[in-house]
C-alpha cells in the first residue's frame, strides 16, 4: 500500500508541476507581447498626436475648405480626421450638393483634396465623402 500511494504522490506531483510550468511559459509570453504592444501603442500615440498637431499648425482643414469652394464645390465647412498611425490617415468630409454616385465629381473632389494634402507635406489620407443636408 504504501509503495502505491508514493507512486500516486509522484503522479500528482508530475501533473501540478507540468500545469505550473504550462502556466508560467504562458504569462511569460504573454507579459511580453503586452510589453511590446504598449511600447508599439506609445509610439503610435506619439506619431498620432505630431501628425495631428502639425494638421493644426498648417491649418489644412481650411486649406482643403477653400481650395473645394475655389474649385465650385461646397463642402459643409469642415470634416474629420482619423489618424490611425503614420502610414494610416483618414478624412472624412462633409459636402452640400454632393452626386457619391457621379464618379467624376467625387473622383475630382479628392484629387484637390490629395493636392492640397500633399502641398503642405503630408503623406497620402484616405478621404471619404459624405453628403449632407442644408
Known sequence: ??????VISKVIFFIAL???ICCGVYFVIDKD??????VADKQTMKEVKEIYDKINETELMEKIIIELKE???SPQG?????IFSADKQM???LMYDIDLNNKVMTNDIMAIVDKVIRENNFSSFEIAL???DR
Open 91 to 93: 478624412l472624412t468630409l
Open 18 to 20: 507540468i500545469i505550473l
Open 130 to 132: 459624405q453628403k449632407v
Open 33 to 38: 507581447s503586452t510589453s511590446s504592444d504598449y
Open 71 to 73: 474649385k465650385g464645390y
Open 78 to 82: 469642415g470634416g474629420a480626421y482619423t
Open 1 to 6: 500500500m504504501l509503495g502505491r500511494g508514493n
